[in-house]
């Protein structure tokens, strides 16, 4: 059974940081795009950040770029999401996801994806 599980949400004021972690089980996760979306209640999946198998590209959306970092540990099967400078607008729960398609910034793009994680930020 494949399965990707998020870790290290939390309530935090703006400013702070936080570093989300997502642990895929279940089958060897180096092959694919990684992924890191989030949503509001009420609203549509928003598209976060990637990251190429290898590792050696990244993407991000443009409301968190400069200030998000993801990151892969091949070895460790893991995949991260470094969070600075968070705004009350990044409040949400943050999903981690997978797929084999190039260049995935729509959530019908994934295939596999985590329970989420909130992330709450006070002003």
């Known amino acids: 059974q494949v399965q990707l599980v998020e870790s290290g949400g939390g309530t935090v004021q703006a400013g702070d940081s936080l570093r989300l972690s997502c642990a895929p089980s279940?089958?060897?996760?180096?092959?694919?795009?990684m992924g890191w979306f989030r949503q509001v209640p009420g609203q549509e999946r928003e598209f976060v950040a990637y990251i190429s198998s290898s590792g050696g590209m990244t993407y991000y959306a443009d409301s968190v770029k400069g200030r998000f970092t993801i990151s892969r540990d091949s070895a460790k099967n893991m995949v991260y999401l470094q969070m600075n400078s968070l705004k009350p607008e990044d409040t949400a729960v943050y999903y981690c996801?997978?797929?084999?398609?190039?260049?995935?910034?729509?959530?019908?793009?994934?295939?596999?994806w985590g329970q989420g994680t909130q992330v709450t930020v006070s002003s």
């Open positions: 279940g089958r060897t996760f180096s092959r694919y795009v």
């Open positions: 996801a997978a797929t084999l398609r190039g260049w995935p910034t729509r959530s019908d793009e994934y295939d596999y």
